[in-house]
C-alpha cells in the first residue's frame, strides 16, 4: 500500500481518537476540527518525508500537537494559561463528571499525555515520540496526573 492510501485509512481508523486530542489542546470542538482539518493537509503535504509507514501513527500526532500549539500561540493563548481556571467558584456538579472533567485541572502538557495514554493507548515512547519530550518526563508527568486525579476524586 502507497503512503498516502496508508495516511488515508490511518485518518478514517484513528479519526475520533485524533479529534479527542486535539480537543485537549483548542478546548473547543471547531477549533480542534480546524487543527485536524489543517494537520491533514500539512501530513498530506509532507507524506513522501515520512520514512516508514509503521511511525505514521505518531508522526500524524506530533504534527497535530505541533500545528495546535502554534496555533495557541498565534492568539497569544498561552498553554497552562488562566483560562484553565475559568470554572473556579462555580458549585460542583458530580452528576455530569466525566473524563473530560476529571482532566480539567491538569496543565495542557500533562493533559496530552493522560490523553495519548489512556484514550489512545499510546506506549510512553510513542508519546514521547509525539511530544518530543524525553520518556521518563512523559512517566513522570502521567503519574503526577494519575497521583492529582485520585486526590481530587477522594475529596
Same mark, same amino acid.
Do not use: P, Q
Given at each position: ?13 484513528? #479519526? ?28 498530506l503535504k509532507g507524506i513522501g518525508g515520512l520514512k +516508514?509507514?509503521?511511525? #505514521?501513527?505518531?508522526? =500524524?500526532?506530533? #504534527? ?14 498561552? #498553554?497552562?494559561?488562566?483560562?484553565? =481556571? +475559568? ?21 495542557? +502538557? ?9 484514550? +489512545? ?20 508527568? =502521567? ?13
Amino acid at each position: 500500500m502507497n503512503k498516502t492510501k496508508c495516511f488515508e485509512h490511518f485518518i478514517n481508523e484513528k #479519526i475520533d481518537s485524533i479529534y479527542r486530542f486535539a480537543y485537549t489542546y483548542m478546548r473547543s470542538r471547531e477549533d480542534a476540527e480546524d487543527v485536524v482539518n489543517e494537520s491533514v493537509v500539512k501530513a498530506l503535504k509532507g507524506i513522501g518525508g515520512l520514512k +516508514d509507514e509503521e511511525a #505514521i501513527k505518531c508522526w =500524524f500526532y506530533r #504534527i497535530v500537537a505541533n500545528t495546535a500549539v502554534s496555533e495557541l500561540r498565534k492568539r497569544g493563548r498561552m #498553554i497552562g494559561g488562566d483560562d484553565l =481556571f +475559568d470554572d473556579v467558584g462555580r458549585e460542583d456538579d458530580y452528576s455530569k463528571l466525566n473524563f473530560e472533567s476529571m482532566i480539567a485541572s491538569l496543565s495542557e +502538557d500533562t493533559k496530552a499525555v493522560v490523553v495519548l495514554k489512556c484514550c +489512545d493507548n499510546m506506549s510512553f515512547r510513542e508519546i514521547s515520540e509525539v511530544l518530543a519530550i524525553n520518556e521518563n518526563t512523559v512517566k513522570t508527568r =502521567f503519574y503526577t496526573a494519575v497521583k492529582k486525579l485520585k486526590e481530587d476524586t477522594e475529596l
